[in-house]
Every structure is written in structure tokens, then in C-alpha cells.
């Protein structure tokens, strides 16, 4: 196995082609991350010529595929920040409890574990029926991911303790289907998606949904994309529309002012 450094000149060469073939932009992510991740990937597949590698993708559309499912981490689980979880159940959900749609949009995303987690709690509180979840895939294997959800028997622990703390009913039994290596999300939690194959920064939503999760990915961005990112968001939701976003994440530049943190311990915030 090769140990490959990438150089910055084949790093744009290889984005620029990425870009063109799926619209996906990767020169805005955090620079450093997605060059350790770009150098494993060509290192678990033994290429030292990012010439050759740049043909095998624009070749194979099942080793593209592969490659951007590899550039996004599948790093959550379900119910991940419980805290977050307890918030939303108590501040926002019982703000529609008397409409007849609520329109939820899910971007960027990659697991599922937080779509699955949104899906599952507005079924406990009785507003699936009446919720239009809208998600956009980062490309056709993720969307595969997420359809499936099938996930690795080694989250099970870190759902259930996040269930623990978790304002809710349900136990993990009530969740998920075991087998010896890997659990799976009970079909009926599966039924209420509509998947977006476009870049989430390519779509044209203007003031549609009145909750927008977008949880961890912002930290794997510039600060030019996470900033582009928050003001698609913030084109995409209604007025006192709400986002949710990761823990560790944070407002920057213009969005700062299209927002308001409606709890100062969660960083759930509505449009202004």
C-alpha cells in the first residue's frame, strides 16, 4: 500500500474535475481535513498518479460513487446531543401541533442518523403524518445509505445511551431490528422522505420549509462555504422558520443577523 502526499496543484486538478462531473465543490471544505482524507482514500487504493485516478473516476461510476461516499464521514448516531433532542421535542414541535403541513428539509446529508432521529420523534409526538421531510443526499451511494439504513452494530451502545437521556417512551427495541453485526431502522420510520439529488447549494427553494436540520457538516467547511452554506438555508425557510445546527458549530458574517437563538444552551435558532 502507498503512502501518497498529495500535492496542492493535483488537490484543484482533482476538485475541478469532481466539480464538473457531480457539482460538488470540494475546494470550499476545511482544507486539511479533505486533504488527509483524499490522500487514505488514494492509499487504500493504491494510486500515486492522480492523473490516473481523476480517469478511473470519470470512468467507473460505481468508483465515483465510491469516492464520495469516502470523502463524507458517517460520524453521527441517533439522538446524537440528546439535549438538542429534549429542546426541540419542548420548544419547537409544539409550536405545530395545529398545522395541517409542516415542511422539513434535511441537507447535506450523509448517514441518515439525524434524519432518522427527526423522523422517529415527530412520530412519538404525533406529527408525522402531517410532516413533508425533504432530504438532499451528498450522492447516489449515501442516498443508497440512507434508504437502507443499515448501520454498523457498534453505534448500538452510543443510541441507546443517548436514548437514555432522551424525552421519550421508546426503547431501542421499539427502533431497530438487530442482527449479529449491524442494526436496522424499522421500515416504517422509512416511508416519509423525499430525496433532493441536487447540491443542496444548487437548489432553488425560496421561503419553503419551517425546519431546516443541518447538523455537523458546517465544521467541514471554509469559512467562504459555511458562510454560502447559511445563507442558502436561510433562503430556503420561512419567516420565524427554524434551524437547527450542530453543537459545536456556529453563525458567522451576514446569517448572524438573519437569526435569533431562541436558547442560549442549544444552537437552535429562528429566522427573523
Known amino acids: 500500500m502507498t503512502n501518497y502526499k498529495i500535492r496542492i496543484s493535483d488537490l484543484r486538478t482533482l476538485f475541478a474535475e469532481v466539480k464538473d462531473i457531480c457539482g460538488i465543490d470540494f475546494s470550499n471544505y476545511a482544507y486539511f481535513t479533505i486533504k488527509r482524507r483524499v490522500e487514505k482514500i488514494l492509499q487504500t487504493y493504491n494510486y500515486v498518479n492522480v492523473d490516473e485516478f481523476i480517469e478511473k473516476l470519470k ?3 460505481r468508483f465515483f460513487e465510491t469516492f464520495i461516499f469516502e470523502m463524507h464521514p458517517l460520524q453521527s ?3 446524537r446531543d440528546s439535549e438538542m433532542w429534549n429542546s426541540l421535542i419542548k420548544n419547537v414541535f409544539p409550536k405545530f401541533s395545529r398545522k395541517d403541513k409542516i415542511k422539513i428539509y434535511v441537507p447535506h446529508c450523509t448517514s441518515g442518523d439525524e434524519l432518522y432521529s427527526l ?3 415527530l412520530e412519538e409526538n404525533d406529527l408525522i403524518e402531517n410532516s413533508i421531510i425533504t432530504a438532499s443526499p451528498v450522492g447516489k451511494r449515501n442516498k443508497t445509505y440512507i434508504e437502507n439504513a443499515i448501520y454498523p452494530i457498534k453505534k448500538k451502545e452510543s443510541a441507546e445511551k443517548n436514548l437514555e437521556t432522551l424525552t421519550t417512551k421508546k426503547t431501542i427495541n421499539d427502533l431497530i431490528l438487530f442482527s ?11 416511508k416519509n422522505i423525499i430525496f433532493d439529488d441536487k447540491p443542496f447549494l444548487d437548489s432553488s427553494y425560496v421561503s419553503e420549509f419551517d425546519i431546516v436540520l443541518f447538523r ?3 465544521i467541514y ?6 458562510e454560502a452554506a447559511l445563507n442558502k438555508i436561510a433562503t430556503t425557510l420561512k419567516r420565524n422558520g427554524y ?7 456556529k453563525l458567522i458574517g451576514e446569517t448572524e443577523k438573519k437569526f435569533k437563538q431562541i436558547l442560549k444552551t442549544e444552537n437552535i435558532f429562528k429566522k427573523g
Open 59 to 61: 470512468n467507473d461510476e
Open 180 to 190: 449479529n453485526h449491524s442494526y436496522e431502522i424499522k421500515e416504517k420510520y422509512k
Open 221 to 226: 467547511f471554509n469559512s467562504q462555504m459555511h
Open 119 to 121: 423522523i422517529i420523534l
Open 243 to 249: 434551524l437547527i445546527i450542530g453543537v459545536g458549530e
Open 216 to 218: 455537523n457538516s458546517l
Open 77 to 79: 448516531e441517533l439522538f
